[in-house]
Nanobody
Framework: QVQLVESGGGLVQHGGSLRLSCAVS????????MEWWRQAPGRVRELIAS????????NYADSVKGRFTISRDNAKNTVDLQMNSLKPEDTAVYYCKADFMAFWGEGTRVTVSS
């Protein structure tokens, strides 16, 4: 059974950092394209980062490029998102998923205060 559990969200000040983690069960993250999405209040969900099966297959949305880093730990079967230089506009619920998945986890909430 496929299951993803996001964690690591919280309240942080403008300019601060957070590290989100996605614990995966039911498939190997090393064999999937893994994605981080976010949904800000009143806005559509957006794809912000992805990592493919090849270590060089990493992509970011322009809004987070240079500040966020997606990584994968094959031994732990997790996918992380390191978020630096956080801005109030990064406030959102963050979700991870594999590109083949048709459902979402609970997400983890990030709030950046100004």
């Amino acid at each position: 059974q496929v299951q993803l559990v996001e964690s690591g969200g919280g309240l942080v000040q403008h300019g601060g950092s957070l590290r989100l983690s996605c614990a995966v069960s039911g498939f190997a993250v090393s064999r999937a394209v893994m994605e981080w999405w976010r949904q800000a209040p009143g806005r559509v969900r957006e794809l912000i980062a992805s990592i493919g099966t090849h270590v060089l297959s990493v992509n970011y949305a322009d809004s987070v490029k240079g500040r966020f880093t997606i990584s994968r730990d094959n031994a732990k079967n997790t996918v992380d998102l390191q978020m630096n230089s956080l801005k109030p506009e990064d406030t959102a619920v963050y979700y991870c998923k594999a590109d083949f998945m048709a459902f979402w986890g609970e997400g983890t909430r990030v709030t950046v205060s100004s």
